[in-house]
Every structure is written in C-alpha cells, then in structure tokens.
C-alpha cells in the first residue's frame, strides 16, 4: 500500500550504507543519519503542528471558550450554537481547527513507511530477501546484500537484549530460563516516547478541556505501545524509534519550547 | 465521554497495531514449505506444523506433528526447511524461535534439542554418520554428536542459510558474509577461507574429483578447489543466483538464476553449453531437479516445466491466475515412482503434486 514510499526509502537507506563503507555498525548509522534526514525535512509540519496545538491550549485558556464550554455544560445552548460561536471564537483568535491534525496525518505515511523500510531492508528470511532484491536500484546490491545488521551490541534484525548481566540474572531469577537479557532500547524507547509526548503536549487549565485529557492518556499509552513494539520486533526499529525521539526532542528545544516541569506535574493547575 | 474517549483511544491502537503488523494474520509465511520424503511419507515444514503426508494415498494428511502446539517451548515456533530425519523415527527441524527441535514421529512429542542460537534456523542440518552440523541466522556453525552434545562451535560474520556439504574429515559452508569456509569436522578449526565477492544463501555442489561449485549473488558460478579454496574457474551467469548447482552424468552441472533462467554448464571449464529462460519477469529460487532424464524448474510466478538434457523444453504448466496467485518456491522434491513434490505459497495450497508429464496428481491444503 505505501510502497512508493517504502521502495525509495529503502534505497536512501541502502545508499547511506554503502557510502558508509557497508561494514559493521553502518545499517545502524544509516538509520539514525536517515532519520535524522527525515526529522529536518518534516521540520516545517512539525513547527506548524506545535504552533497550532499551541493556539489551541490558548482557545482552551479563553475566558470566551471556557464560558461557552460552560453553557454547553449546562445545557444553555445546544451542540449546533456551540459549534457557531466556537468557529466565531477560531475567526476572531485566528486559529486553523485542522492546523493540528493535518501535519500529523501528513506525517504518519512517512512515518510508517520508515517503519516499513527498516523491516524491509534487513530482509531476515528468504521470502523478505526474494521481495527486497527486486525492489533496489542500487548498481552493486549484489556486493550490500545482505546488510552487515551488526550495530553496537546488537543485531539489528532480531529483538535487542543485553546479554552483559545474563548471568547474574539467571541465577537471580531461574525461572528466566536462561534468557536474562535486558531490553534497553525498549526501556530507552519508552523514556523517550514519553518525555516526547509529555514535553510537547501543550498544558490546559480548562478542566473541560478534553482534547488535553486525550492528551494525557495518549502520552502514557503510545510510550508503552511504542516499548512492546521495540521489544518485540527488531532492534532496527528501536533504533528508529529513540533517533526520531530524540531528534524531535532536540527540535522542541531549539524552539525554546522545552519545558521540563511538565515531566514532573501530575496534574494542570486548574483554572482560578 | 469517557466511553467514547476509551473507544476512540481502542480504535487508535487498533489500527495503528494493524498498519505496523502489515494489516497481516499471525500465520503469514516468512518461507516456502520444505519437503522431505521417507519412503511413502513426506513430511511437510510449513508455518507453525511438519505436516506428515501419506503418499500412497494422493498425500492424505496422515499427522500433524507436533501434537501439543500448546507446549511453552513451541511459542512462537515457525517449521519451513526440510526436515532432518534422525534414527528411531525422530525429526530435527529447527524454528524461527530460535530453537532447534527434535520431534517423535509416533507420537508427535517435541523436544528441544539445543536451544542457546540466538536467531532463527533457516538452513537444514546436515546429518552424517555420527556428527549433526547445524548452521544458524546468527553467523554460527553448530557440531553435535547424535545424543544432541555440542561438540563445537564455528562463527562467521553473517547468517548462514546454507546447508553445509562434506568431503572426508571436511565440511564446507557458504555464509552471507560473501565467504566460504573449510572447516575440521572434527574439531571445527578453520582450514581454508575464500570471499566470493558477494553473498551466497544455498550449498554448493561438490563432485567426486573435490571440486565444489557455488552460484552466488554477483550472478557468477565459482569452481573451487576443495583441498585449497583456490579458485578453478568462474562464469558470469545473466542474473543473481540463489539456488545450488545440480550435478549431471558427463561433466554437465545445471544451474537457475533468480532471472528465471536455466543453464547447462560444463564443469571443466564453466563453459555454458545452453541456457534457456524459463519464463519472464520472475525467478527461480530452487535448483533444478534432475529426474527421469530431465530437469525440472519451477519458477516463482508459479510455473513449472521440464526440459530434456539438451535444453529442449518438454512440458509446462502454468498455475497462477490473478484470482490465484500460486508462487512455486524452492526446488522440486522426486518422491518416488513418477511423483514430483513442489512447494507452493500465495495461495492456501502448501504442495503440488505432479508427475513427470507435469500433470496435477493432487494438493495439499493445510487445515490451518
């Protein structure tokens, strides 16, 4: 279905490879200067993102919008004159209702489509070989393939465990089986994804502001999502996953939008 | 609210699992089934089962092994190269767990035989005498006496999917680190190595004056000395090559490349008698199966055909249609008197059974 996305970036990934040397720890290198690539070419829509999401904490925090919420609330106006006095409200603040969620569905195929060439490029069993080589228009995929998946201590085509305590956990814990290898990625994807999303989740005082309660669910939801994902698929994907993480984190702060009490508040400070 | 907030945030995941699964069930194929045949019986490798099929009746499904799929040590298991049998009625198969298990044919009990790999078991064990050589995903070679002891253990920087070939106190192993090695089968000590200049994924052929011969990736067959590794002789072939060399009577290796063609090739010299392509647009990921006098070749836009020793084509049958799209994988598998086995996926039927006119003798479906 996104093929003609995945395709192409399996080849810039592949190109990155090879103009890497091809060698031990460069598919690793390759993921995170991609992604890396790919974060600065999707900084536009991520500015956008922010700064609407930004306006909307602000419609939130309106004296007018809170007020109008409360008439809502008490069954003073219905669902329809709500909607008119709030598209009045977005007119008059200057705000795109849609400013917020298109940059994010814009993102999401190029997203899932790095996802997708990651997996694909490592091509771990003959039939994932058999639909990759075709797929290359590289001149010589016959000297990369198949990609040297070694990276740091990992191998980028199975699920990342350390096994440096494997011992020691194994005496600790029998029941383990011998399989005492610590998931770091996954535990560092997790600490990512969620500094991520609680750094860029604009805070609301508005208690009836919904959008920021999905907010606040979402960022402890897609950190664990994210986590069993890097646990259970490839260390390439994890790998993924922290780069843009950390890159989208680095943007945030370049803006000057960092804002590390949110990581310690539990919850916004209500409206006086 | 909070309901539609909870449905909204399941509908989320929901689809955002599904879009990262690639929309896919949990028994999708990441291989074609490997056959095996003993005597009246093939035994099936594919997906989660070794399908165990009676061949004198059409391949009725005699016995789905293992038979406790709900054992821990199976979680996860996936079964797709030809299975190992081992005395007493046993199978070695190794999974996509990472385990390499033996299972009872009588009454389909599994047991994990060696379990420390660390990656998938693609390639299929060879069995000698007295010595299982095990190659694993994980770049390593793996020695066991027939009790199941690890005798040793010889690494190499890439996954082997090969099946390695012995000669004498020798055994040879192609990895995808573009190398070949000579290895002490006894002790596992490296003799020789030889890059190939690019990966190979099948075993090569060695005939009875010690010369191997080994199709690889940068579309060339290699000749190569097996008391040395130096090389013989080397032939460009027109496309990658992922299948072994077969070899015939009077000097004449056949090869298949993964641009669906089919060679004969003498082997003093590599000198390429006849080449014939199969059909367009497609490959060949098996070898040719020389059988009655004539070599048989499926490709993987599910065809097969034969040809005579001269490259004259004999027959053919086309399977797939875009209602049925049937991919033919792997090489054909001769299971006795007039019966050739072959590997299928992109549909539900995992075998084709034909003779040797190319006739359909029957299918099997697993239940699955």
Known sequence: MLDFIINPFVNILLYIYQFLGAGVNDFGWAILIFTILIRLALYPLTKSQMDSAKSMQKLNEHPDYIKLQKKKKEGKIDQEKFAQEQMELYRQLGINPFGS??????????????????????????????????????????????????????????????YGLADIITKALPFLNGNGGIPILAILVVITSYFQSKMMTPTSSNPNDQSAAMSRMMALYVPVLMGWISYTYSAGLAVYFVASNLVSLMQYGLMGKLDFSKLLRRKEPAAK | MKKTKLLAITIFFLALSLVLSGCQGAAVANSWPGITVDGATAYVAYNQAVYALDLDRDGQLSETLPANTSDSSLKGALFYHPPVLLEDGYLLTGSYNNKLFEIDTQDGGAREFFTEARNRWIATPLLTENRIFAPNANGSVYAFDLSGDLLWEFETDAAIWATPVMNGSRIYIVSQDHKMYALNAATGDPVWELDLGSAAVNSPALDADGVLYIGTFGSRLLAIDSDNGSIIWETDTLGWVWGSPVLGADGILYLTDLEANLYAIETADGNILWSKQVDADTGITGSALLYNEALFVVTNSGLIASYNLEGERLWKEEFASEDSPVEFHGTPVAAGDNLILVSSIGTETAVFAFNSELETLWQFTPDN
């Open chain 1, 101 to 162: 969620c298109l940059p994010t569905l814009l993102q999401f195929p190029i997203i899932i489509g790095m996802y997708w060439a990651v997996t694909k490029a490592l091509a771990t069993s003959p039939l994932q070989l058999i639909e990759l080589i075709p797929e290359i228009s590289l001149q010589n995929a016959a000297t990369l393939l198949p990609l040297n998946s070694h990276f740091l201590w990992m191998d980028l085509s199975q699920p990342e465990r350390w």
